[in-house]
């Protein structure tokens, strides 16, 4: 090799071994080194070196995380070590039988067990030899599963080498992959839109991912590895403890769960258990129960299996988030754009800790996908905070009087055509505020808590003045003083309530510019939009005129809401409501009395959770904004500080493992008075 051509090999291990890293610290250690467009030009780099000598391809290079497309669907394989399942405990004293089971078999006292969230995914066994990774197995049947090797290669958080210099000969590390929520949402989101199949849960989606012929498209799943045990080794003294093992694989490069914890005794399990149940909604991922192993490896080689399970290990299950009911009818709503929604009424039931008995079926693909009609049995689903979901009907269940939901074929309130755009799934009625409904909707927006704040307008109250054509657009609200009689008249008004209605209506009127515009309903424009639009053109001149492509050039406005906002001031009816309300004496602070450049917070990221007293959540973003600072929805490794209220769950959790500064509501009132934003 001569001199330059040695330095530009010595040169492509070096980009090897920096991508590793950066991919390490970001899909591991959640602690990003390097913004992704730094990354990006290192594997541009490498990969160029890469071409030019496809001779030197290393195995742990990033660029083969997308091999080729397997030619003949997957291999069957055999695992070294049967994969096992888990018996389930579902309440307390299940618990604490098998906790006495156990210190009869091993005749003591108190025994110490791992605890770790069951996360809700598919199980893999992956072979390392040497250190570096050559095989990737489903579960399977427990005793044999697919060689889906170039898939796993794809999952960011699965090492290709294990980071040590002196890796085992063999060692076979078992876990579980998962897709978080988020990664989740967006691809149903996504498939929603246009009009594709949806995924029924995490699970699935990771399941199925997993098992797609062409690497490419698992590699565009957002799939997360996390390691939760060893199944096999050679050459390699494994460390006494399940716990310690864990942390060994933590070293390696693997992700291990955060929550994992050792305890000692049936108590301290079912304490974990009420902890994580709790937080449950607030975890990223999804869970189904917790895990609880015998520590002690030679106590679990001590107590040995049964059947297809180990002894020396049970799972806790959670109250199901799935669970079964009939469709009653289905009604359609016109929402605020004029959207028209399917809504499933169903026979009440209980699931993920509440009664439910709405669903919606978001559009009329939907309906046609799920095969849905009035009488059918139904999987409802709700996770977390998530809105239920029908995930799948029982067609063998089909009760013989079902029947077939038939879409609309005008609006079902005010009778004008439905346009379906192109491309859309959604189907909308044409008669902008001519439709009560839409209507209804927009003046519920307008008024709502983070637009124009109208205390004492509720929904119902809004459907009675629209109904009685009091309120024909939002200026009319303005002019409500005018009718106090017809006030009186209204359900449940009377003198004190009306008084109490008028004086907010009037507070309402010196409000925040930001807040105007997102009160304005635009479509696509919510909160963060608004926030955005506002702080690029200083005043509202400015931005009713905004061409398309001067808005692109505002954060986080892409073609699509450019589009609409400029289609939406060039209503001449918008325009006129808008001119109407300033009119009416709507008003804003003009212009930020700092200069940008000296905003005391420029520059720092903060996280506000929990539940505050004095002020809201909103309230407190919207002056630590006002301050410069950015308002992140998530902690990570740049958040500069959290704003933690009563009851913070896994953020602050997370704030602390990170080593983040932590301000509780009296220090951050504390420190707005003092910046002067209070
Ligand atoms: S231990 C012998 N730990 O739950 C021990 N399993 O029925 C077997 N799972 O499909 C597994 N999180 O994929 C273990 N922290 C965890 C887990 C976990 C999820 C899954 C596993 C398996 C099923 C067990």
């Known amino acids: 090799m001569s001199q330059e051509t040695d330095k530009l090999y010595q040169q492509m291990l070096a980009l090897i071994e920096q991508l590793n890293d950066y991919s390490y610290a970001y899909h591991v250690k959640d602690q990003p080194k390097v913004p992704d467009a730094e990354y990006d030009r290192c594997y541009l780099e490498l990969q160029a070196i890469e071409q030019q000598h496809p001779e030197w391809l290393q195995i742990n290079s990033p660029t083969q995380r997308v091999g080729e497309k397997p030619d003949n669907g997957f291999a069957n394989v055999a695992h070294t070590v049967p994969m096992l399942s888990l018996d389930n405990a579902f309440d307390n004293p299940a618990l604490e039988d098998f906790d006495q089971r156990i210190r009869k078999l091993l005749n003591t006292d108190k025994v110490q067990y791992c605890c770790e969230p069951k996360l809700d995914g598919a199980a893999i066994s992956l072979r390392y030899e040497d250190g570096v990774l050559v095989r990737g197995v489903t579960r399977g049947d427990g005793l044999s599963g697919e060689d889906i090797t170039s898939n796993i290669k794809t999952i960011h958080s699965v090492p290709l080498k294990l980071r040590t210099e002196n890796p085992p000969a063999v060692v076979e590390v078992r876990g579980e992959i998962y897709m978080p929520k988020e990664g989740f949402e967006k691809l149903n989101k996504l498939a929603l839109e246009k009009g594709e199949k949806m995924f029924v849960n995490p699970r699935n989606a990771a399941a199925g991912s997993l098992r797609q012929l062409d690497p490419k498209i698992t590699a565009a799943r957002p799939l997360v590895m996390c390691a939760y045990s060893i199944g096999y080794a050679e050459g390699w003294q494994q460390p006494a403890s399940h716990y310690d093992g864990l942390v060994q694989l933590g070293e390696w490069g693997f992700r291990i769960n955060d929550l994992m914890m050792q305890v000692e005794g049936a108590q301290a399990c079912i304490d974990y258990y009420d902890k994580l149940n709790e937080q449950r909604g607030s975890l990223s991922y999804d869970i189904d129960g917790i895990v609880y192993k015998v520590d002690q490896i030679a106590l679990q080689n001590q107590l040995g299996f049964i059947a297809r399970a180990p002894r020396w290990a049970i799972a806790r299950k959670f109250p199901a988030q799935e669970e ?69 009907v029982l067609t063998e269940r089909r009760p013989e009087q079902a029947k077939a939901v038939s879409f609309p074929d005008a609006c079902p309130v005010c009778q004008s055509d439905l346009e379906q755009v192109e491309g859309e799934a959604v189907i909308r009625c ?69 008084e109490k209605l008028l004086a907010s209506i009037d507070k309402a009127k010196h409000t925040q510019y930001n807040r105007f515009v997102y009160a304005l309903g635009i479509r696509e424009v919510g909160e963060a939009t608004a926030r955005a639009l506002t702080k690029h053109f200083d005043a509202l001149d400015e931005l009713l005129t905004a061409s398309p492509e001067a808005l692109i050039e505002v954060d986080d406005v892409g073609p699509v809401v450019a589009q609409h906002v400029s289609h939406f001031f060039a209503q001449t009816q918008n325009i006129d409501t808008i001119q109407g309300l300033l009119s009416a004496g709507v008003e804003w602070p003009k212009k930020q009395q700092l200069p940008e450049s000296e905003l005391p917070l420029l520059g720092k990221t903060y996280v506000v959770t929990g539940s505050l007293s004095r002020f809201s959540r909103d309230q407190v973003k919207d002056k630590l904004q006002q301050l410069g600072a950015k308002v992140s929805g998530s902690v990570s490794a740049k958040t500069d500080c959290l704003v933690a209220g009563e ?32």
């Open 430 to 498: 044409t008669g902008g505020l001519v439709c009560g409904a839409q209507l209804k909707e927009s003046l519920k927006h307008f008024v709502s808590r983070k637009a124009l704040d109208i205390d004492g307008l509720g929904d119902k109250l809004i459907e009675q003045l629209v109904d009685q054509g009091l309120v024909k657009t939002p200026v009319d609200i303005f002019t409500l003083h005018e009718n106090k009689d017809s006030l009186l008249n209204m359900e449940r008004m009377g003198q004190k309530s009306v």
């Open 647 to 678: 009851k913070a769950g896994s953020k602050l959790a997370k704030a602390q493992s990170l080593d983040i500064p932590i301000m509780d509501e009296e220090a951050v009132i504390a420190m707005l008075t003092e910046l002067g934003a209070i």
């Open 324 to 392: 079964m009911t009939q469709i009653e009818d289905v009604d359609f709503q016109v929402g605020r754009t004029g959207a028209i929604t399917p809504v499933a009424r169903l026979k009440p039931v209980f699931v993920g800790g509440v009664t439910v008995s709405n669903a919606t079926l978001h559009n009329k693909d939907e309906i046609a996908r799920l095969g849905i009609q009035v009488g059918d049995w139904v999987i409802v689903r709700r996770a977390g905070d998530v809105i239920p979901q029908i995930v799948q």
